[in-house]
């Protein structure tokens, strides 16, 4: 069974896979992410009637995207996997999303957003197929491209730039699930793709007073 998640954005999804979609959840409890994961985690084995030791592998979508949300999934997909001691997958977030625009029969290039705070986006280009050519970036939302369809969030949270909303609106940890289960994208290392620095910061040194 795979255990699928994504921590990314401001929401929270999870899901089963064992030959489809056992059990999935989204939670929109924004800034949460360290709170709800683990027990999202546990409800969704409850009800699929299965404990921790029958996950084979885990899934973990790996930004790019704020650096807090973002860390609370990596590294309890790379504890499981330790726990566990299962292959743990990581795939570009803006790529499962990709997939997901294309078996929605976009049909043309096409660009991915997601929310990344502070009046920006992240964002990636992909050919009518669902290969990546571009990105991903981090951007104010005029500075994304918009002479193709835009997908994700950007049309959700800036009306004012995209009049129409296309599917999909954000990750889907069932689609993430397939994505993996299928290949239908890159696998790559669980480590976050961070395109700036965390809003945290260690303070410097003291300065002397005069």
């Known amino acids: 069974m795979l255990l699928a998640l994504d921590t990314a954005t401001p929401r929270v999804t999870v899901a ?12 929109e409890q924004t800034m949460r992410h360290g709170e709800i994961l683990a027990p999202m985690i546990s409800a969704a084995l409850v009800r699929a009637g299965a404990v921790r030791q029958d996950v084979t ?8 995207g704020p650096y807090t949300g973002l860390r609370v999934g990596l590294v309890t997909a790379r504890t499981l996997g330790f726990a566990l001691e299962i292959p743990v997958y990581g795939v570009c977030t803006l790529d499962v999303l990709a997939a997901q625009a294309v078996a929605g029969g976009i049909g043309s290039p096409f660009t991915v957003t997601l929310d990344a705070r502070r009046k920006e986006l992240f964002w990636a280009g992909y050919d009518a197929d669902g290969v990546r050519l571009d990105g991903p970036h981090v951007d104010v939302p005029q500075g994304v491209p918009d002479d193709v369809p835009v ?6 949270l800036y009306p004012d730039v995209w009049r129409t909303v296309r599917e999909p609106v954000g990750p889907d940890a069932g689609w993430l699930a397939h994505v993996v289960a299928e290949e239908l994208a890159e696998l790559v290392d669980p480590e976050p793709i961070y395109l700036r620095r965390p ?11 005069s």
Not at 16 to 27: K, M
Not at 57 to 64: E, K, Q, S, T
Not at 151 to 156: E, R, S
């Open 16 to 27: 089963l896979w064992d030959d489809g979609v056992v059990d999935s959840a989204t939670s």
């Open 57 to 64: 592998a885990v899934a973990a979508g790996v930004g790019p």
């Open 151 to 156: 997908v994700g969030a950007g049309p959700v």
């Open 199 to 209: 809003d945290a910061v260690v303070p410097g040194p003291a300065k002397r007073v």
